[in-house]
């Protein structure tokens, strides 16, 4: 590519977190805005609740990883997500 620097870019990725890519960079949005960054490395939001989007801004930390289902105190079923119990004749759609 004409006019490109060639050297190749280091992406780490983390199933948790943001994409880490050293710099500087430019990130093309999907409306086609682009948006530049000149630090060393840049951190690209993957949950999407960044305020400062495509930048990270660690949003993703205050999401609560899905965990095991709480045992109800009686032995009862795990409650729902919401912290509620199926009705009676209402489907139980938990995993």
């Not at 050297?7 to 530049?36: C, K, M, Q, S, Y």
């Not at 495509?54 to 079923?77: E, I, L, V």
Request: hydrophobic share 25%.
């Amino acid at each position: 590519m004409a006019g490109r620097n060639e050297t190749a870019r280091r992406v780490v990725v983390n199933r948790e977190g943001p994409i880490l890519v050293e710099g500087p960079v430019e990130v093309v949005g999907d409306d086609g805005t682009t948006t530049r960054s000149d630090r060393f490395v840049v951190a690209i939001c993957t949950c999407r609740r960044s305020r400062a989007y495509p930048w990270c801004d660690t949003s993703h930390r205050s999401r609560r990883p899905a965990g095991p289902a709480k045992c109800r105190p009686d032995g009862g079923q795990p409650e729902e997500a919401d912290g509620r119990q199926p009705e009676d004749g209402e489907e139980d759609t938990r995993p």
